[in-house]
């Protein structure tokens, strides 16, 4: 049932709450990412942005209001809706999408100068002016040297304003594929909410952490349970001190001596066969909040995080002390294949809650069946559906084939569909899958089918791709936590779904939307004035803003895969079907033995992080979580692990205030004009 003292959580105070931090995420971040080369703030599931703006209101506005005036005080379901607006748009501003998107439609063309492979097959293309900005020539030829192309790389230095003009059409043509994505996104969630949340129970260990913050105090207090305790506070401080002394020996070496949070065993490991083991397990850092969360996690998860690197470093000792060479190759194949295999396992486990939904979506309801909380199971289907159709028809409209179209579609929201189920399921704050939209047409070409595709459609699929490929902030994974919050929070994970319920859901899910649209318009406006602004960040090291989102990855993913595809030279020394095999048939074990037996220790996740970046450089602060975990359990019992929860959600807020410390010292000492050194405190 809903809140007795507040019955609907959306309302107008809530919603502009949650437009405030859209607009202030949005509006932030390129700036603060790429020009300040401050600490993410976003950058992983766990956004930085959002726990420090949720910190900040709980404690210092919404706090004050419950102790002293309580009736005006925001209900947790409140402020739920203003988190989840702000949550879901951090899907945008960077890595989910700015980061690449202008980048992939403008630097292409100024890299093919170096290119005149691609120039030339750009040449041939017949693709709509539509899909780029609005350019003086007629082809490639003359847009390499455009100044919407050369201004976006070297910084606007001509007169007048930047030409922001240019890029209306674009960004009102890919706004509608877009938008179909993020809808049917919504969708997808809205049907396997009921699935992991009530049948499954799933942890969302991050989740967790969000409500810790969100929970109303007692009558009269000032904080809620968790923040009172004292346990909170104590690794708060020690966290909030450890990084604030790290900071000042950054500025002054000379008077503080850095206090070492990762260690360096390179000249220990230099001789065979541990010279043969991988980088991130010579040098490793500790990331509290991935130890805080990890402590939330199934010890199965937790202990496969680390365990797999573990063993996969044996396996390299071993190769390269039989021939030589430790590289495993094959490794992107395998991760691909049991991408597959984890999906198909999802769809298999919910096989009977998808049925009833396919079932809904052409004869309705029955009595006594679950109808959909937030979007009835008829409606999210169908518009799941409609979404599917309008992205397979607009890249259709783009020039590319409706096989390209449509598969290309379903394999990137079938990643979407995986990404969130891995989160769900593991809390990893920094999740990746490296499996691009365009490797199956490159397999088909490597198996003998030369050129399944045409060029220009498999160039339209590498720019999809190359504005998604980084699932390290990916809206599924925004949204399905949002849902989890408010099932807690608005409904009090209450099972039945009454017309008040499904009412008030619906409201919910308009407020998500307006947030994803707000947040595309804020964040394309504040990333494309970054990008002709800055050509260089304004902290001491002066390094190129935005290199890796703006020159490599356009570079990489759009011009030399073209290329190479056009070639048909693909340099495998690997075969890719053996990989895929392997890859399918290890996660598909692992999934099997997981549900076949209560017990199993290995969780399949930990085998598929292994082709990823967080799986190298996360596994320590994995296995300090996890030791944490057991040595509680093991001395204290499962009264002191409640009780020692408090300590670590203090862990997690106290890394991202501390973070959040340093990022706003940059932007202080920027607007001084005094030169500033961003302490790098997450990953990223």
């Not at 206090?259 to 065993?265: A, D, L, R």
């Not at 990137?412 to 490296?434: C, D, N, P, W």
């Not at 990008?531 to 001491?540: F, G, L, N, S």
């Not at 990855?553 to 095999?581: C, D, F, K």
Request: proline letters at 6%; glycine letters at 8%.
């Amino acid at each position: 049932m809903l809140s007795d003292r507040r019955p609907d959580p959306v309302n107008l105070r809530s919603v502009l709450l949650g437009i405030i931090g859209v607009v202030f995420i949005c509006a932030l971040t390129p700036y603060n990412d790429y020009a300040l080369n401050n600490t993410f703030l976003i950058g992983n599931n766990l956004p930085l942005g959002v726990v420090l703006l949720t910190f900040v209101f709980v404690v210092f506005i919404n706090g004050p209001l419950h102790r002293f005036f309580p009736r005006r005080a925001f209900s947790a379901g409140e402020i739920t809706v203003a988190f989840s607006m702000t949550l879901v748009a951090c899907a945008l501003p960077s890595s989910g999408l700015m980061r690449y998107f202008p980048s992939s439609l403008v630097m292409p063309f100024y890299h093919a100068r170096e290119q005149n492979q691609f120039a030339w097959e750009f040449f041939q293309f017949t693709l709509p002016k539509w899909l780029f900005p609005t350019f003086e020539g007629r082809d490639i030829y003359s847009w390499m040297n455009d100044p919407v192309v050369t201004g976006y790389e070297n910084r606007w230095l001509q007169d007048g304003p930047p030409p922001y003009r240019a890029w209306v059409t674009p960004a009102i043509a890919w706004g509608v594929f877009l938008m179909a994505l993020y809808g049917a996104i919504i969708c997808m969630m809205t049907i396997v909410r009921r699935q992991w949340n009530e049948n499954e129970r799933l942890p969302f260990p991050l989740a967790q952490i969000h409500l810790a913050l969100i929970d109303e105090p007692k009558p009269g207090r000032w904080l809620n349970s968790v923040m009172r305790a004292r346990s909170f506070w104590v690794a708060f401080a020690g966290i909030f001190l450890l990084h604030l002394w790290n900071g000042l020996a950054n500025y002054q070496p000379q008077f503080f001596q850095r206090i070492p949070v990762e260690y360096n065993f390179e000249n220990l490991l230099a001789d065979p066969p541990l010279s043969y083991v991988d980088f991130h397990f010579k040098q490793a850092a500790v990331y509290f909040t991935v130890v805080g969360v990890t402590y939330f996690l199934t010890t199965s998860v937790a202990f496969s995080l680390w365990f797999f690197f573990i063993l996969f470093q044996i396996v390299k000792m071993w190769k390269g002390s039989l021939t030589g060479d430790p590289i495993i190759y094959g490794q992107g194949d395998q991760h691909f294949g049991g991408i597959l295999a984890y999906a198909l396992a999802i769809l298999y486990i919910g096989r009977h809650h998808w049925g009833i939904v396919v079932a809904q979506a052409f004869r309705g309801a029955k009595p006594g069946e679950p109808t959909g909380r937030y979007l009835s199971f008829r409606w999210a289907f169908w518009g799941l559906c409609l979404c599917v159709m309008v992205m397979t028809g607009w890249m259709t409209y783009a020039g590319a084939d409706v096989l390209t179209s449509f598969t290309t579609v379903m394999l990137l929201l079938l990643l979407f569909l995986v990404i969130s189920r891995i989160i769900a399921e593991t809390g990893i704050v920094h999740g990746q899958l490296q499996a691009p939209l365009y490797r199956p047409w490159q397999l088909l070409d490597q198996a003998g089918f030369s050129h399944p595709i045409t060029n220009q459609s498999y160039y339209l699929v590498t720019l999809v791709n190359a504005h998604h490929y980084d699932f390290r902030e990916p809206l599924s994974v925004y949204a399905s936590h949002t849902f989890k919050v408010a099932d807690s929070t608005i409904y009090h994970n209450a099972s039945d779904d009454t017309p008040e319920n499904r009412r008030t859901g619906r409201r919910f899910v308009m407020a998500l939307a307006l947030a994803i649209v707000l947040a595309y318009v804020v964040s394309l406006g504040s990333t494309l004035w970054m990008e002709y602004r800055y050509a260089y960040t304004e902290d001491i090291s002066e390094s190129r803003v935005n290199a890796w989102g703006a020159d490599s990855v356009p570079r990489w993913m759009i011009i030399e895969s073209t290329v190479q595809y056009e070639a048909g030279y693909y340099q495998s020394p690997h075969n890719p079907a053996i990989s895929l095999s392997m890859g399918f048939g290890i996660t598909a074990a692992l999934s099997l033995l997981r549900l076949r037996f209560a017990g199993w220790p290995f969780h399949p996740v930990g085998y598929l992080m292994l082709s990823t970046a967080p799986g190298g450089y996360l596994w320590f602060s994995f296995l300090i979580g996890w030791l944490a975990k057991v040595a509680i359990l093991r001395w204290g019992g499962a009264s002191l692990y409640v009780r020692a929860k408090s300590f670590f959600f203090g862990l997690i807020v106290g890394e991202s205030m501390a973070a959040a410390f340093w990022l706003v010292l940059g932007f202080v000492l920027n607007a001084m004009d005094i030169a500033y050194r961003p302490l790098h405190i997450m990953p990223g």
